[in-house]
């Protein structure tokens, strides 16, 4: 055909190639982070296990396992954990989907009263809820609600924990369900199922609540992970969860004070990952 029209044929240019990714730097950069912090860890680990005359010893475990207090204080602060995670969603969710839906002006004002726990120093604040409860005790000593504020104290379940750590937890919870919120057309979604006829709490709960369960899932990861570490507010209003409890058991005891930091480390990591495992199970269905 080049030889019939006399034009010589254009030789096509092969595209250009992507330039390779710097993957041994991104590998190097996992390995010094995983040694920053794996490194450490090995060494705390080591540091509770040996021992100058008996080598490799697991007694200082066996003796946290089954000191006193170990089980019921766990066992308070997971109860806590659980009933801040219910409340603040449970209120938190319902209102972000009223002001985006119905009021979208107040969504600065919303933002700053969310936010504004982050301000105030927990000692300022705990020092606070200990002076209202202390004056509303003498207050409504003569009343019916004398009774209600006395249960809210029980150190059985402290129920003024949970509202003490709502508020806590308040900023981080709506920073993660104002990032979903922020992925998916809510107007849209709402009032799709408002016109096929679905119930409000239909729409909340089938068709907000699955497009936000990663959103959901950083809420409690967040909620938990401070609920098992909080130490101020219930140190001071006297309570005893598990955070409070490491202080009183490690004492000066060397062994005894880094074994109980591993394990609840290991604690964490293990409730985490179970949230993460549930979440991810029911986003594949």
């Known amino acids: 055909m080049a030889a019939l029209t006399g034009l010589e044929p254009v030789a096509t240019a092969a595209p250009a190639k992507a330039p390779a990714r710097p993957r041994v730097w991104r590998g190097l950069v996992f390995l010094v982070a995983g040694l920053y912090f794996l490194v450490p860890l090995g060494a705390s680990l080591w540091y509770t296990l040996s ?3 008996s080598g490799v010893s697991f007694a200082p475990y066996a003796e946290l396992l089954t000191a006193e207090g170990f089980a019921s204080s766990l066992t308070l602060s997971l109860g806590l954990a659980a009933a801040t995670i219910a409340v603040v ?20 004002v919303m933002e700053v009263l969310c936010t504004l726990p982050l301000v105030v120093p927990p000692i300022t604040f705990v020092a606070g809820l200990s002076t209202a409860l202390r004056n509303g005790t003498e207050l409504l000593a ?19 924990l949970v509202l003490a750590y709502v508020v ?25 199922a408002r016109n096929l006829g679905a119930s409000w709490p239909y729409v ?8 936000l369960r990663s959103a959901l899932a950083s809420a409690s990861f967040l909620t938990l992970a401070l609920v098992l570490g909080e130490y101020t507010v219930a140190s001071l209003l006297g309570y005893q969860p ?9 004492g000066s005891r060397g062994q005894l004070s880094v074994a109980v930091s591993i394990l609840s480390l290991l604690i964490i990591w293990l409730l985490l990952l179970a949230v993460s495992t549930v979440f ?3 986003k594949r269905q």
Not at 90 to 107: G, T
Not at 204 to 211: E, G
């Open 242 to 250: 598990f955070a409070v409890w490491i202080v009183t058991v490690s």
């Open 204 to 211: 909340l709960l089938r068709v907000v609540v699955p497009n």
């Open 51 to 53: 021992s100058p005359g």
């Open 168 to 192: 806590l937890v308040l900023p981080f919870v709506y920073r993660s369900l104002d990032a979903g919120l922020r992925t998916m057309d809510v107007r849209t979604l709402v009032e799709a």
């Open 89 to 108: 969603l449970l209120l938190a969710l319902p209102a972000m989907l009223a002001v985006r839906l119905f009021a979208p002006r107040l969504r600065p």
């Open 280 to 282: 991810g199970k029911e």
């Open 142 to 160: 003569p009343t019916p609600f004398w009774a209600t504020i006395i249960a809210v104290q029980d150190p059985g379940f402290p129920i003024v």
